[in-house]
Every structure is written in C-alpha cells, then in structure tokens.
C-alpha cells in the first residue's frame, strides 16, 4: 500500500499567495480610485482613505508572502500546517478596508443620486 502525499508540495501556499495578491493589487487600484473620485463628496478623507487603503495593499502583499514562506517551510518541515499564523489578521484587515472603500463608494453614488 502506497502513502499518499498530504498535499502537493508548494502549490497550496503558492496558490493562496497569489489570490492573496490579487487581492491587495484589487484594493490598491480602488484604493487610488477613491483618492481620485471621492474627494469632491468626502474632503481630505477622500485622500486619507485612499493613502490608508494603498498602504494596507502594499502591507497585505507583503505579509501575505511572509505567509506563504512561513506555510511552505512548515508543510516541507513537519507536514501540517501551522495554525497559529492564520490568517484572520489579514481577512479583517482586508474587510475594514474594503467596507470602508464601500462607504467612500456609497457617499459617491448619493452625492450623484441626489445632485
């Protein structure tokens, strides 16, 4: 009887590694869409949420590599993952950022539906 491998080596991290990635590129573009389109509706906090929102994107992309590095060794070391270093720290993260971007975008469309 053959032992199957528990997972292919590499390629779970590597594939939430780049979702992850995807991620943070989707927020940083609407991250500088809402610095760009949301100032005349929300003021300077149009440009703060913006800035705030990049730098969360370019944190993300990097924490979520530190991840992946952290996952792979793990699998390649021991064979399970470490759940400690879970990635709820980037889920809310990513969820207060993006609802936050829903809000810059929801003051958009009223300010155009009611003027």
Request: charged share 15%; net charge positive.
């Amino acid at each position: 009887m053959t032992r199957r491998a528990l997972y292919d080596p590499g390629l779970q991290p590597e594939r939430t590694a780049l979702a992850w990635r995807r991620t943070a590129l989707s927020l940083l573009v609407a991250s500088l869409g809402a610095a760009r389109l949301l100032p005349a509706q929300l003021g300077a906090g149009a440009v703060a949420l913006g800035l705030a929102g990049a730098v969360w994107a370019v944190a993300l992309h990097h924490l979520a590599g530190r991840r992946a590095r952290r996952t792979t060794a793990r699998l390649l070391r021991a064979g399970d993952l470490d759940h400690r270093h879970g990635g709820a720290h980037l889920l809310a993260g990513t969820a207060l950022v993006t609802g936050l971007l829903g809000l810059g975008g929801l003051a958009l469309v009223v300010h155009h539906g009611t003027g």
